[in-house]
């Protein structure tokens, strides 16, 4: 009997070369599709809820996975953990209709930014930070994010090489929190193009520095011109922390399936 | 002109055999004597408030070395952080009296230790925590820190190996912060033993799970047996978070310098 299953994914991506299998260096899919190749002695592919750069951590990053095996749906955390490496880990496990996708049934996702804000460099930060040494304007990152809160075009705050169809996106919020000098922006949105995030964070530190007025933004909508926004921010300061999806696909079928 | 400076450091010990010079690998104060060579083109020794062990981290780690150079003081944060590893950074830098010590005048310690608590293991924490998977009854930690706070003869809760003339030693507070699946314990004393707060540590972790009696401690103190303890908690738990020091011995005797 196939049985699709959904897990849930944390990952240091400093050593990997992004989610996705790459020529140039292990990539977190490899991993896990290593791990599963062990638990199952048999090739089996992962499909991720979307794809995260070189570098670029999660906290929730989601895949499924089809298998034929025994191996109770809870027990997968404990299995696969103990063949991950130990900058990979999955918290979580959970069965799924065999039609559910965790890339095409994402219904948002949630991204966190962090940066820390102070002259020297901090050893114990630099793996999930990206250090910005001069002091940032809070008011005007938030005056700037407010501008980049809603439906647009975003054609502006994507790199080249993106596959989408429609430039059009939802960004629900973008909260920016400041505990002493860490600085955690965490953007809220139905999808995002490629680079989006890490150049909605490069625009928002502009801002924050004074380099760009707040409202630029605005004019970045209308002209699709990149070079009106900030730089692209540092990888290792973004994590993807959380895909949602609705309850309704997450459903188990039970009722309907034919043992 | 002789100066005696005093610099505070962050490190993030995973890659390094400890603070000391070893044979074995590479020291955190090996690669600060070799920044400063670098910086003043002369062999320059430092001086460490304390040791850590391979795998410890420092928020606040305290040394001090003299310099005939004529860098500014303010400025030693900037030279050093340019020519140290990603994983060591120095935050700060003071002048202080040439009879000052990092090591002997270091009056009080703090010390973190850190667990996450919860089935699975944590990607994301893998390099700053120590992971305990079975549930920890915070209220039996807390018991079991109020017996070990106070002035004790702590041979018990050190290793073989220190060189320590008195094992008395007095902890002033031991604080126990739980924040979701994180565990933060405080510890707070004159000084430590060999050891010392990862024995602590690891006998709270003991008490919590419900392997030890809390108030075991005080038999420990009676009889010196290290057997009726908690293992020694993980390097990688531990963190030298700050190192006191009395105002009276950083300050400045400019007034009697005669230069």
């Given at each position: 009997m196939t049985r699709r299953i959904l897990i849930t994914i944390e990952y240091d991506?400093?050593?990997?070369?992004?989610w996705q299998v790459q020529e140039n260096g292990p990539s977190i899919q490899e991993e896990i599709e290593k791990a599963l190749f062990k638990a199952e002695k048999r090739t089996i592919s992962i499909t991720g809820a979307g794809r995260t750069d070189a570098g670029v951590h999660a906290r929730g990053q989601c895949a499924n996975f089809d298998t034929e095996s025994k191996?109770?749906?809870?027990k997968y955390p404990f299995v696969l953990n103990a063949l991950l490496p130990h900058d990979i880990s999955v918290s979580k496990a959970l069965e799924v209709p065999l039609g559910f996708s965790a890339r095409f049934c994402a219904e948002s996702k949630i991204y966190t930014y962090r940066i820390y804000n102070r002259r020297q460099p901090n050893a114990l930060k630099s793996r999930f930070f990206h250090h910005v040494p001069m002091p940032l304007d809070i008011d005007k990152m938030r005056l700037c994010a407010d501008f980049i809160?809603?439906?647009?075009?975003?054609t502006a705050f994507s790199a080249a090489g993106g596959t989408h169809k429609s430039p059009v996106r939802k960004v629900y919020s973008i909260d920016i929190v400041k505990d002493g000098d860490d600085i955690l922006i965490s953007v809220f949105g139905s999808g995002f193009l490629y680079n989006m995030v890490r150049i909605i964070a490069g625009t928002l530190i502009a801002a924050g520095l004074d380099?760009?007025?707040?409202?630029i933004v605005e004019q970045a909508f209308i002209?699709?011109?990149?070079?009106l926004l900030g730089a692209t921010a540092?990888?290792?300061?973004?994590?993807?922390t959380k895909v949602n999806y609705s309850p309704k696909d997450l459903q188990e079928e039970h009722n309907v399936r034919i043992p």
């Open positions: 991506g400093t050593n990997y070369s992004g191996i109770p749906v809870e809160v809603g439906e647009h075009d975003f380099k760009i007025s707040p409202n002209t699709n011109d990149r070079r540092p990888a290792k300061g973004l994590e993807l």
